[in-house]
């Protein structure tokens, strides 16, 4: 019975074609039985199908072949070991053929005495083609091998070195081989090992960092590895050594010391303190700085993340500890947190805590390390800066922006729940203007903090007041039931304003029209509602002093109305829309035509013709009145002139325009109307001019000045509408005026009513006395003239001699030549005057 560890037969293919060789082969290995497993092929083709489809351990192939030779069989590179058979005398081809590759040879003799060597032969060919793969494999290995590899003698020279060596140290193979290893190691550099024998060597080898030089002299930086040689006979015939260049590791290490120390330095100089967390030890270093500067020990501070946490605020806990998680979790790329921490002296104080996490292979964090600074002085200075962006500066007061954002809550609130009821008190000084001009700003100034106090002093708790801006107000009511809450805070308001202030020594009263919205009308935005405050503060405004209007919707329909009127209006001026209409002056007297009064109106493109009336109260409130009163005067003084050309005769009559508050007060007065003179050549004395009572009394000093200026000059002055203002007769004589107009609503009740006769006749007599010319306006009937004539009133102008006339209608009347006024009205009744 074979045993199950016998050893497997070697399987050879013998390639030969001469049968009686290869039967005497096949006969040999039976006859000796030879463990050998034995196929034939008797030429190249067909020993190329055998290795093609079986597995083999050695070929014996003949030299000489029917279709070719033993070296093509060697050149079909089968990674097995060949024997060549040659024929007696044939060594040279044996030669040759061991040279293209064979592992050993038999030479044939006639007795075949070459059979006997086949054994030892194929034996000797297997260790061959053994040792010579091992040596292949190491060479290639070698080759491979990042490392620099070489060997030494037991003289210490070298024997064999790869690759990577030549490439590392510079030399080449000639070079290198032979010479003394000791030429790699750098003189008087500090060596963990030096050069070294087989016999100086630890059986197992040793390990140590050198520095080597190169063939350029350069110094390298290595860990070498090496190990005896030793052979079957366990003697000591070399030395292996493989070296590692540690340039870069030496390079990370150096600047990691650096890094280390600059750490060090750092840390020392820094005003931040350092902290350290060692995620998975539950441990944290805190620096000394980062002690000091909450006030504490070395020893005060443990270790724990407790330690930190318990001296965060409360309030801010919750925050540090969430961005701490998020920034572990991988959620954020650093972290960043501002916090209150508590100090050895038990205050809290703000700081910055910065930090980054170290991660794993797995993006785990084990390390988190960063800085803590204290910021509580800039956070301070952002407290006073958000303080200054949300407040009035000058009264303390929130500001717009803070109150639009409390009134956007209060709008939030009530849509969420209908019941939170609310309220807008919007409020506007009445003639703080007066006040500011006549004192100076630091009067007003002072005037709008005393107010703001006493505004603070009527709310309730959680009600606000702001300033707007110049001297509006506004005040949120929160939590209202019902206007009487509202009207009690309006009427706490009124009594606060209507006790006097004192400025600077003098005894000042004043009040405020207030415009209120309520929540009720239901709101969308708060700017809707602070919208509809002022519109009813206008209305208030309106209708007198210390008013208070409540909003409702059709307010917001006339405010519209009157911004596209507005609208309108700007485009107007743009466009020179305007007209002059010109309504006669007549003598009291006489009845004889005086002049005329230029009275503008505008031609618009969609109404048709608006007078004054309708228009010009909003031309004054947006500034527009100047432009349209100086173009006014220029269109009054060339019409006037051209007149004067025409009809010879009206060289003594006048034009009067009307001078608004901003043209009085403008400092180009006196020059625009100089040049609106020498423009049309229009002679002084043919233009009068007329300024409001309200107009003088603003500023007193200024008009006295203009005026004067003015009447230098030829040009007649009228007071218009007197009696409606707040003067009095007795401050008339400081001005240069000429002519004192009674309104029209005193002339035209002096028919029916005793009293306003009187006031009339009062007005009259003390203007004589004056040395001033009157004039009464909105005569219609023959009556009201009798009266002023009997009065002694000079001049009159109305609807009983003739209405606003166009331009056209003007040059009609002038054909019929200077008749006396009085006829010309009595001929109009019966139609004798044309119109157009």
Same mark, same amino acid.
């Given at each position: 019975?074979?045993?199950?560890?016998?050893?497997?037969?070697?399987?050879?293919?013998?390639?030969?074609?001469?049968?009686?060789?290869?039967?005497?082969?096949?006969?040999?290995?039976?006859?000796?039985?030879?463990?050998?497993?034995?196929?034939?092929?008797?030429?190249?083709?067909?020993?190329?199908?055998?290795?093609?489809?079986?597995?083999?351990?050695?070929?014996?192939?003949?030299?000489?072949?029917?279709?070719?030779?033993?070296?093509?069989?060697?050149?079909?590179?089968?990674?097995?070991?060949?024997?060549?058979?040659?024929?007696?005398?044939?060594?040279?081809?044996?030669?040759?053929?061991?040279?293209?590759?064979?592992?050993?040879?038999?030479?044939?003799?006639?007795?075949?005495?070459?059979?006997?060597?086949?054994?030892?032969?194929?034996?000797?060919?297997?260790?061959?083609?053994?040792?010579?793969?091992?040596?292949?494999?190491?060479?290639?290995?070698?080759?491979?091998?990042?490392?620099?590899?070489?060997?030494?003698?037991?003289?210490?020279?070298?024997?064999?070195?790869?690759?990577?060596?030549?490439?590392?140290?510079?030399?080449?193979?000639?070079?290198?081989?032979?010479?003394?290893?000791?030429?790699?190691?750098?003189?008087?550099?500090?060596?963990?090992?030096?050069?070294?024998?087989?016999?100086?060597?630890?059986?197992?080898?040793?390990?140590?960092?050198?520095?080597?030089?190169?063939?350029?002299?350069?110094?390298?930086?290595?860990?070498?590895?090496?190990?005896?040689?030793? !052979?079957?006979? @366990?003697?000591?015939?070399?030395?292996?050594?493989?070296? *590692? #260049?540690? $340039? =870069? %590791? &030496?390079?990370? +290490?150096?600047?990691?010391?650096?890094?280390?120390?600059?750490?060090?330095?750092?840390?020392?100089?820094?005003?931040?303190?350092?902290?350290?967390?060692?995620?998975?030890?539950?441990?944290?270093?805190?620096?000394?700085?980062?002690?000091?500067?909450?006030?504490?020990?070395?020893?005060?501070?443990?270790?724990?993340?407790?330690?930190?946490?318990?001296?965060?605020?409360?309030?801010?806990?919750?925050?540090?500890?969430?961005?701490?998680?998020?920034?572990?979790?991988?959620?954020?790329?650093?972290?960043?947190?501002?916090?209150?921490?508590?100090?050895?002296?038990?205050?809290?104080?703000?700081?910055?805590?910065?930090?980054?996490?170290?991660? !794993?292979?797995? @993006?785990?964090?084990?390390?988190?390390?960063?800085?803590? *600074? #204290?910021? $509580? =002085? %800039? &956070?301070?200075? +952002?407290?006073?800066?958000?303080?200054?962006?949300?407040?009035?500066?000058?009264?303390?007061?929130?500001?717009?922006?803070?109150?639009?954002?409390?009134?956007?809550?209060?709008?939030?609130?009530?849509?969420?729940?209908?019941?939170?009821?609310?309220?807008?008190?919007?409020?506007?000084?009445?003639?703080?203007?007066?006040?500011?001009?006549?004192?100076?700003?630091?009067?007003?100034?002072?005037?709008?903090?005393?107010?703001?106090?006493?505004?603070?002093?009527?709310?309730?708790?959680?009600?606000?007041?702001?300033?707007?801006?110049?001297?509006?107000?506004?005040?949120?009511?929160?939590?209202?039931?019902?206007?009487?809450?509202?009207?009690?805070?309006?009427?706490?308001?009124?009594?606060?304003?209507?006790?006097?202030?004192?400025?600077?020594?003098?005894?000042?009263?004043?009040?405020?029209?207030?415009?209120?919205?309520?929540?009720?009308?239901?709101?969308?935005?708060?700017?809707?509602?602070?919208?509809?405050?002022?519109?009813?503060?206008?209305?208030?405004?309106?209708?007198?002093?210390?008013?208070?209007?409540?909003?409702?919707?059709?307010?917001?329909?006339?405010?519209?109305?009157?911004?596209?009127?507005?609208?309108?209006?700007?485009?107007?001026?743009?466009?020179?829309?305007?007209?002059?209409?010109?309504?006669?002056?007549?003598?009291?007297?006489?009845?004889?035509?005086?002049?005329?009064?230029?009275?503008?109106?505008?031609?618009?493109?969609?109404?048709?013709?608006?007078?004054?009336?309708?228009?010009?109260?909003?031309?004054?409130?947006?500034?527009?009145?100047?432009?349209?009163?100086?173009?006014?005067?220029?269109?009054?003084?060339?019409?006037?002139?051209?007149?004067?050309?025409?009809?010879?005769?009206?060289?003594?009559?006048?034009?009067?325009?009307?001078?608004?508050?901003?043209?009085?007060?403008?400092?180009?007065?006196?020059?625009?109307?100089?040049?609106?003179?020498?423009?049309?050549?229009?002679?002084?004395?043919?233009?009068?001019?007329?300024?409001?009572?309200?107009?003088?009394?603003?500023?007193?000093?200024?008009?006295?000045?203009?005026?004067?200026?003015?009447?230098?000059?030829?040009?007649?002055?009228?007071?218009?509408?007197?009696?409606?203002?707040?003067?009095?007769?007795?401050?008339?004589?400081?001005?240069?005026?000429?002519?004192?107009?009674?309104?029209?609503?005193?002339?035209?009740?002096?028919?029916?009513?005793?009293?306003?006769?009187?006031?009339?006749?009062?007005?009259?007599?003390?203007?004589?006395?004056?040395?001033?010319?009157?004039?009464?306006?909105?005569?219609?009937?023959?009556?009201?003239?009798?009266?002023?004539?009997?009065?002694?009133?000079?001049?009159?102008?109305?609807?009983?001699?003739?209405?606003?006339?166009?331009?056209?209608?003007?040059?009609?009347?002038?054909?019929?030549?200077?008749?006396?006024?009085?006829?010309?009205?009595?001929?109009?009744?019966?139609?004798?005057?044309?119109?157009?």
């Amino acid at each position: 019975m074979t045993s199950s560890h016998a050893k497997p037969p070697l399987r050879l293919l013998l390639i030969e074609d001469d049968t009686v060789d290869r039967m005497a082969i096949e006969r040999f290995v039976r006859q000796e039985r030879l463990p050998y497993e034995l196929s034939v092929a008797s030429s190249t083709d067909e020993a190329k199908r055998l290795l093609a489809s079986e597995i083999f351990d050695v070929i014996l192939a003949d030299y000489h072949l029917g279709d070719g030779t033993g070296v093509e069989v060697l050149e079909l590179d089968t990674g097995l070991p060949v024997i060549v058979i040659t024929g007696a005398g044939d060594e040279e081809t044996a030669v040759r053929a061991m040279r293209a590759g064979a592992c050993d040879y038999l030479v044939k003799d006639i007795a075949r005495r070459y059979l006997k060597m086949l054994t030892v032969t194929i034996e000797n060919a297997r260790r061959r083609h053994t040792s010579e793969m091992e040596a292949r494999t190491l060479s290639q290995a070698l080759t491979s091998i990042n490392d620099s590899i070489y060997v030494t003698d037991l003289q210490g020279r070298f024997t064999t070195v790869n690759e990577s060596f030549t490439k590392t140290y510079g030399y080449s193979e000639g070079e290198i081989l032979g010479a003394h290893h000791r030429k790699l190691w750098s003189k008087g550099a500090r060596q963990e090992l030096g050069p070294a024998y087989p016999d100086e060597m630890p059986p197992e080898g040793e390990k140590g960092e050198c520095l080597h030089r190169r063939c350029d002299g350069s110094v390298l930086p290595v860990l070498i590895s090496r190990s005896p040689i030793i !052979d079957g006979g @366990d003697r000591r015939r070399g030395v292996v050594t493989a070296v *590692r #260049d540690i $340039t =870069d %590791r &030496k390079d990370w +290490e150096q600047a990691l010391r650096a890094s280390e120390e600059r750490y060090a330095l750092a840390a020392a100089g820094s005003n931040d303190g350092l902290w350290d967390w060692d995620l998975r030890s539950k441990r944290i270093y805190f620096s000394t700085r980062w002690k000091s500067i909450l006030g504490y020990s070395e020893e005060e501070i443990g270790d724990r993340p407790e330690s930190w946490f318990d001296l965060v605020h409360p309030e801010d806990l919750d925050l540090l500890k969430a961005q701490l998680e998020a920034h572990l979790e991988g959620s954020t790329s650093d972290f960043e947190n501002e916090h209150r921490i508590r100090t050895r002296s038990d205050v809290y104080r703000w700081v910055q805590t910065r930090g980054v996490a170290v991660r !794993d292979d797995n @993006d785990e964090a084990y390390r988190l390390a960063g800085s803590q *600074r #204290d910021v $509580t =002085d %800039r &956070k301070r200075s +952002e407290e006073l800066l958000t303080h200054a962006a949300l407040h009035d500066v000058l009264t303390g007061l929130p500001n717009r922006a803070l109150f639009m954002d409390r009134l956007d809550n209060a709008v939030k609130r009530f849509r969420r729940r209908a019941n939170n009821h609310f309220g807008v008190i919007f409020l506007d000084l009445d003639r703080f203007k007066v006040i500011n001009d006549s004192l100076g700003h630091s009067a007003g100034d002072k005037l709008l903090r005393s107010i703001a106090r006493r505004l603070q002093s009527c709310l309730r708790v959680g009600d606000t007041v702001a300033r707007l801006g110049g001297d509006e107000f506004a005040i949120l009511l929160t939590d209202i039931k019902d206007l009487s809450e509202v009207d009690a805070v309006a009427d706490r308001i009124d009594q606060e304003l209507d006790r006097p202030f004192n400025i600077h020594g003098h005894e000042f009263f004043t009040a405020a029209s207030l415009g209120i919205a309520l929540s009720s009308t239901g709101y969308e935005r708060p700017e809707d509602l602070i919208r509809d405050a002022d519109t009813a503060m206008y209305r208030a405004k309106s209708q007198g002093r210390t008013r208070r209007v409540v909003f409702d919707p059709a307010m917001h329909d006339r405010a519209m109305t009157r911004l596209h009127l507005e609208s309108d209006l700007r485009r107007a001026v743009d466009r020179q829309e305007f007209l002059v209409y010109y309504q006669p002056l007549v003598s009291v007297g006489s009845g004889r035509l005086e002049g005329f009064e230029a009275l503008v109106r505008w031609r618009h493109p969609e109404k048709g013709v608006l007078l004054p009336g309708e228009f010009l109260a909003v031309a004054q409130e947006t500034g527009l009145s100047a432009r349209i009163g100086w173009w006014v005067l220029s269109e009054a003084s060339r019409r006037m002139k051209s007149w004067q050309e025409r009809f010879p005769w009206t060289s003594e009559l006048s034009v009067s325009v009307n001078l608004d508050a901003r043209q009085l007060s403008s400092t180009e007065l006196i020059e625009r109307v100089e040049s609106e003179l020498a423009a049309s050549d229009l002679e002084a004395r043919c233009l009068q001019l007329e300024i409001t009572e309200a107009t003088i009394i603003e500023n007193p000093d200024l008009t006295h000045s203009i005026l004067s200026q003015l009447h230098q000059q030829g040009i007649r002055l009228h007071i218009d509408d007197f009696g409606t203002g707040y003067s009095s007769l007795s401050q008339l004589h400081r001005y240069p005026v000429d002519f004192l107009k009674i309104d029209r609503s005193f002339i035209g009740r002096m028919s029916s009513n005793a009293k306003d006769q009187e006031i009339v006749r009062t007005i009259i007599l003390l203007a004589h006395n004056m040395h001033l010319e009157v004039l009464a306006e909105g005569v219609e009937s023959h009556e009201q003239l009798r009266l002023l004539g009997q009065l002694g009133c000079e001049y009159a102008q109305g609807f009983l001699f003739a209405k606003p006339l166009s331009p056209g209608a003007v040059e009609d009347l002038l054909e019929i030549g200077p008749l006396p006024f009085g006829k010309l009205v009595v001929e109009a009744e019966v139609g004798l005057i044309p119109s157009r």
